[in-house]
């Protein structure tokens, strides 16, 4: 490994000599200049690592040199010492570009020091790099704008979006809670001709339904007691660009008809109003339902599912496209550790077999959530089974392979049974009582009585 290279600059022989040999001898490669000019002279012909350099020298000193420095040469790290330092040097020092700042006379284990934390800083700055590249690299490989997956059931999603998103053809995304209806709709609204027009968004089954219509139509002043002045409708706000109603399935049926109108005519009428007004919208509609069932049901219009229904694409729960899954977490974990200055690198071998083997009723949204917290619980390099939801490890104590044979005591089978599941749940939690008590549901002090009574370790 080459050593990294240190430059000294100071207008003292002495300070030189001491620097030099401290740093030669800690395995760093230095060099060292007298003034601001020999510095930037040294640093044009030489590649550095860290500058080291004195504030008080002829010619040109530290302030000079770190102003024209940190321009021509912005990715170097420069601490600078002094000393006749004030706070209000440092701060200015710190203000121009410097990392750091030492006062003369220091212990040789002060300067070591702060080398040291720059050369950590300098290994997180590359790692967050490099991980920012690997996310990038996942996201061209495996997906379409934030949608991640290399299934081909995602793979026929990408081929279908990238088909339709020209036309203003509308758009029903259908699937359960959790598996990404709404980043569909946004990769669709980013790869149309409407993308430098709004996308607005409205969760029909989030508003009351008293409200709702004034939300989607908007109302002139007067129409109702609180109307104080004119408010446009969501689909006014969404004129040239595109409207994307989630969970369309809860909108009240007497809405319905309107919402057909809308559709057909493209023309809206706020409430109160006396006019329609012309819009362009490009409608995408969203639904955790099976809208076949609702129209058979009688709940939703049958016209205005088959005006909505022209193009589908169904988003696959996550448990039917396993291949997905370590993909998916590779990307969050790399994701959360950017956010939670984290280096976690993998689930081990157990904690992968629970994530594989869950059913995920949450889908993405559910897994997005599991690895956040996995990463921030996780106090190695990997995530281990207590660090995931109990919901998950607890799978793992459903089934105890106990052989009773003709022994039918029910007081021994319980004994047989809690020591199985005592030590299956320390076993998974790699020995912690505290989890495994949360696991099994009992007190911590109960945990260690039972194993002193069992004889486990």
């Known amino acids: 490994m080459d050593k990294q290279r240190v430059l000294v600059i100071d207008d003292e022989d002495n300070m030189q000599h001491m620097l030099k040999t401290m740093l030669e001898k800690s395995g760093y490669a230095v060099e060292c200049a007298s003034d601001g000019v020999e510095g930037l002279e040294q640093m044009a012909a030489h590649d550095f690592d860290y500058i080291l350099c004195d504030i008080k ?4 000193d530290g302030m000079a040199f770190l102003s024209k ?3 021509r040469y912005p990715d170097k790290i420069y601490i600078m010492m002094s000393a006749y330092g004030t706070v209000d040097t440092a701060l200015e020092a710190i203000g121009k570009g410097a990392y750091d700042y030492i006062s003369k006379p220091f212990k040789t284990d002060e300067v070591l020091l702060t080398l040291k934390k ?3 800083r300098e290994v997180l700055r590359r790692e967050n790099f490099r991980l920012k590249d690997r996310i990038r690299l996942i996201e061209k490989r495996y997906s379409f704008g934030n949608i991640i997956g290399r299934s081909e059931a995602m793979a026929r999603v990408f081929r279908l979006v990238k088909k339709v998103a020209d036309h203003k053809t509308t758009v029903l995304i259908t699937g359960e809670s959790g598996t990404g209806k709404e980043l569909i709709a946004r990769a669709l609204h980013a790869n149309s001709p409407r993308a430098a027009m709004p996308l607005v968004s409205i969760n029909c089954g989030g508003i009351p339904d008293n409200l709702l219509e004034s939300e989607l139509f908007g109302y002139k002043k007067g129409a109702f007691t609180d109307a104080n002045r004119d408010k446009p409708g969501r689909f006014e706000e969404a004129d040239k660009g595109t409207l994307f109603l989630d969970e369309i399935g809860e909108t009240p049926f007497p809405l319905q008809v309107k919402l057909l109108r809308v559709l057909q005519e493209e023309e809206i009428m706020p409430l109160g109003g006396t006019g329609s007004k012309k819009i362009d919208v490009r409608v995408v509609a969203a639904t955790s339902k099976d809208l076949e069932k609702e129209v058979a049901a009688g709940r939703f219009r049958e016209d205005l599912y088959y005006r909505i229904n022209v193009v ?4 696959p729960p996550l448990r039917t496209r396993k291949g997905d899954i370590s993909l998916l977490i590779g990307y969050f974990i790399d ?5 939670l200055k984290k280096q976690v690198e993998a689930p081990s071998s157990d904690a992968m077999a629970m994530l594989m083997g869950y059913d995920w009723p949450g889908n993405v949204r559910e897994l997005e959530n599991v690895v956040e917290r996995a990463v921030l619980l996780a106090t190695g390099p990997l995530i281990t089974p207590g660090d995931l939801p109990q919901r998950l490890v607890r799978q793992n104590l459903h089934a105890a392979p106990l052989s009773f044979g003709d022994d039918l ?3 021994k089978a319980s004994r047989d049974l809690q020591r199985y599941l005592i030590a299956k749940a320390l076993e998974i939690t790699n020995g912690n009582k505290t989890q495994a008590a949360r696991l099994l549901e009992i ?4 945990l260690i009585s039972k194993i002193k009574e069992y004889g486990l370790s």
């Open 57 to 60: 020298m002829p010619r040109m």
């Open 69 to 71: 420095a940190v321009i």
């Open 118 to 120: 720059a050369e950590e």
């Open 312 to 315: 589908t694409i169904h988003l």
């Open 335 to 339: 994701v959360f550790n950017e956010k």
């Open 409 to 411: 005591s029910i007081k």
């Open 443 to 446: 007190s911590r002090p109960m």
